[in-house]
């Protein structure tokens, strides 16, 4: 499913990977003080589980609801941040929605309580979990969007996309557009879409506790690439 990469250029920027992360860790416990709530960097991020209650996001090719990977993945790859040292924060933490009554309107009041729980966390950036479909089944890999106009969530997506990519062998490109949880946050925010849905193989893969934890830990590579280039 996936182009096969050169071994050697993976082996190389893992490595490159590894040697910033610690670098970077070293540095912000060195220059930064501890936060109230005893995360070793005062640095937070949010992650964002796209979807949840009555809105169940994309149905994979086997009837998988987004919203529930959404919620998977997101848990997985907060946990990877805090054994980072970095403070977590999530928008949701169970399988319903954050819009209360499912009324007319839910979807904005669903969005509107995320942006609140963002405002309230006061984070460095926030990562929104999804997963992607598209009328081709046979396209594969992550990719990441951002809000058109915020050079800093440009970088930010474009550091993951970088990440993703020598990963996949893809030569996906970061897209910017209009989305709510990006363009009504100060902070560099992103979408991360993990997968396709609609191609079955890796809709299949993206059910496996294996790939997940592996694609989480290239988002977190991704961040880190990203902040040592800022």
Known sequence: MFVVCNAKKITAVLIVLIVLQLALTL????????????????????????????????????GVKESALNLQYAKQLGEIFQLGGFNVVYTRKTDGGL???????????????RKQIIENARPNIVISVHMNKFAQSSRTGPQVFYQSGRQDGKLLADNLQQVFNDFTG???????????????????????????L?????????????????????????????????
């Open 27 to 62: 540095y912000l416990c060195a220059t930064r003080l501890p936060s109230a709530d005893t995360s070793l960097i005062d640095f937070t991020v949010v992650i964002d589980a796209g979807h949840g209650g009555i809105d169940g996001g994309v149905v994979g090719s086997d």
């Open 170 to 196: 893809n030569s996906h490109q970061a897209i910017g557009g209009d989305f709510y949880v990006c363009r009504e946050i100060s902070c560099p925010s992103v979408i991360v879409e993990c997968g396709f």
């Open 198 to 230: 609609s191609n079955p193989q890796e809709c299949a893969l993206l059910q496996t506790p294996e790939y997940r934890k592996q694609i989480c830990n290239y988002i977190y590579n991704g961040v880190m690439l990203y902040l040592y280039s800022t």
């Open 99 to 113: 819009y209360g009554l499912a009324t007319k309107g839910f979807k904005l009041r669903d969005m509107q309580a």
